[in-house]
């Protein structure tokens, strides 16, 4: 489920020169930010906030699995904090903010955006990462999809955006806060436009193509979309996958992604994608997110059993 798309024209590829303009923008979109030089500041950083989760991102990259969390009496992951500074550059931290991650993207079209589509995200904690694990649509023209494109129209007009796609990764809380995590002069990426298709709606590039005639004739009441995947916590030769059937049962299955068959290999799941996915699809938002959620607590207790002689743990 990655973001990376296609790159349009970004000189704000730097999360810091993200944060600036945000900031310049909405501060109240703005997270804290602090930029870290070295292992040593890094080290100061997290002392004085070992009483809370702190998310740790390189300052540049399109990746939206790059970000490691060091929780609240968890030692720093060593092996993947060495891997955020292999990216080069510097890194930067922000205290968590609880809420719900979106994926938002959208058009500029004489300097006005207008929203395409908006993907929640839904993951699950496994040590160190956040693993994304589905998206399912906003309704188009719902209320939150409204206050989205009114909070982060100045965010556009203040870097000066006047055409093109433009994609945001958001966080929104319960309480009406948002968060700009980043955001990006470009189209989204597999599998978003394909999700769009198959609900009828413009994705980014028809949108371009067809203006604000395409923008207008968006259905609004398209019905709900996901992906869902399932993450293996163990690298091994599959032998069956748990509870499958019960899976398929549910009332918005629609299709096998891809699935591993007994007797391929898989490996443990670091970032996006999952050793396996499946599509659900329904037109009642209950019902698809109520079987987001049991997928989720399947994922929870584990669907991939493997052979014991080649087993190999999360994260190795």
Not at 65 to 89: H, K, T, Y
Not at 99 to 104: A, D, I, N
Not at 158 to 166: E, K, R
Request: glycine share 10%.
């Amino acid at each position: 489920m990655s973001e990376a798309g296609t790159v349009v024209a970004n000189p704000w590829a730097s999360k810091l020169r993200q944060h600036e303009a945000v900031a310049a923008a909405d501060p109240e979109l703005a997270f804290d930010l602090h930029v870290l030089d070295g292992p040593a500041e890094l080290t100061a950083h997290l002392a004085a906030r070992r009483d809370r989760t702190v998310v740790l991102r390189p300052e540049i990259s399109d990746d939206t699995g790059s970000a490691v969390l060091v929780r609240p009496g968890a030692a720093p992951p060593e092996p993947e904090i060495r891997r955020l500074w292999d990216w080069g550059g510097r890194i930067v931290a922000h205290d968590h903010v609880p809420g719900t991650p979106c994926f938002v993207n959208g058009v500029v079209l004489d300097g006005v955006l207008h929203l395409t589509d908006v993907w929640r995200c839904f993951s699950l904690e496994e040590g160190p990462r956040s693993l994304l694990t589905s998206v399912v649509n906003l309704a188009p023209g719902s209320p939150r999809e409204r206050e989205l494109a009114h909070r982060l129209s100045p965010v556009v007009k203040g870097v000066g955006l006047a055409s093109g796609p433009v994609t945001f990764e958001a966080v929104t809380g319960a309480d009406g806060t948002m968060k700009v995590v980043k955001f990006a002069a470009r189209t989204a990426g597999h599998p978003l436009p394909h999700l769009c298709s198959l609900l009828g709606l413009p994705d980014q590039a028809a949108a371009l193509a067809g203006g604000s005639r395409a923008l207008a004739g968006r259905p609004t009441e398209p019905g709900f979309v996901a992906d869902y995947a399932f993450v293996a916590r163990e690298g091994g030769r599959l032998v069956r996958i748990e509870g499958l059937d019960e899976i398929r049962a549910l009332r918005s299955y629609a299709g096998d992604i891809f699935l591993p068959t007994p007797g391929e290999t898989i490996i443990p799941t670091t970032g996006e994608g999952g050793a396996g996915a499946i599509l659900l699809r329904h037109q009642d938002e209950d019902i698809l997110l109520a079987d987001v959620e049991f997928c989720q607590n399947r994922n929870r207790e584990g669907l991939f059993s493997v052979t014991a002689d080649a087993r190999r743990p999360l994260g190795r």
